[in-house]
């Protein structure tokens, strides 16, 4: 995965982030000038992670916040929810190249209040550990073969979950998948499985599965109120994004009170 082992150049970032060299899904150069330019403006540009403040922090800050990030990808969400004042950040990645690069990107931009962890959201979810003041996720429920374990997991550590992410509605479906019925704690839902058909591509991104299982927004919501978090609030809803409708999703429980 990383071919070179020596570096005789000046110590220089540009020579961390040189070891993924075209791998990169970030814009680099909103963290720092000179870096690779290009790919997602997760550091600064991106809204989702002052939307999860706006909704679910105090005075659209997250002070004194204890946040779990699932899927961190290369910590560019990270870094915004650092700069919104979380008191300290778990982020927990499965994908080991991305690992790395958070790695990179915590270096490069100095983070002292965030922990990035190699491993499965949910056997971290399921495991003895703290409570968090807020569970951050984005792009990831869509990629799980069984989401309704995971949110039934983060439902279980948090009264504040933030979410984004893509869901099946039956005007948009573009691709070959098989639709199923099943039962969730009496809850009757529809979840449609997709192929992972990318996943020997360098460039892939997706779960650590070979099938995963897509959501239908009503269902989504029915299965958060369903474990306590029924103050739900869509932020954003878009049905045309490039790959597939996608929406943001803010749910709380009733009476949640501010860390102290």
Not at 32 to 47: E, I, N, S, T
Not at 48 to 65: S, W
Not at 213 to 227: G, K, N, Q, S, Y
């Amino acid at each position: 995965m990383i071919k070179r082992k020596f570096v005789t150049t000046a110590p220089s970032h540009r020579n961390a982030t040189d070891l993924f060299a075209d791998r990169w899904a970030s814009d680099l150069s909103e963290l720092a000038p000179g870096l690779k330019a290009g790919g997602l403006p997760g550091f600064r540009a991106d809204p989702r992670p002052g939307q999860a403040a706006a909704h679910l922090g105090v005075d659209g800050r997250l002070d004194g916040y204890g946040v779990l990030e699932l899927r961190p990808l290369e910590g560019a969400h990270t870094c915004q929810l650092e700069a919104l004042g979380a008191k300290r950040i778990t982020a927990v990645e499965s994908n080991s190249e991305a690992f790395l690069k958070s790695l990179i990107v915590k270096n490069i931009a100095g983070l002292n209040r965030s922990t990035f962890l190699l491993g499965d959201v949910s056997r971290h979810l399921e495991a003895p550990g703290p409570r968090y003041d807020l569970i951050f996720w984005c792009g990831i429920l869509y990629h799980l073969r069984d989401p309704l374990e995971l949110i039934r997991l983060a439902a279980a550590g948090t009264d504040r979950i933030f979410i984004w992410t893509h869901d099946f509605r039956e005007e948009r479906r573009s691709r070959r998948h098989t639709s199923h019925v099943v039962e969730h704690e009496g809850l009757r839902l529809s979840l449609h499985e997709f192929a992972h058909n990318d996943r020997g591509l360098a460039t892939f991104r997706g779960g650590n599965r070979d099938r995963t299982r897509w959501m239908e927004l009503p269902d989504l919501i029915r299965v958060l109120a369903h474990h306590g978090l029924s103050e739900t609030t869509i932020i954003a809803d878009d049905p045309n994004f490039v790959n597939g409708p996608a929406v943001t999703v803010a749910a709380q429980r009733p009476g949640a009170t501010p860390p102290a």
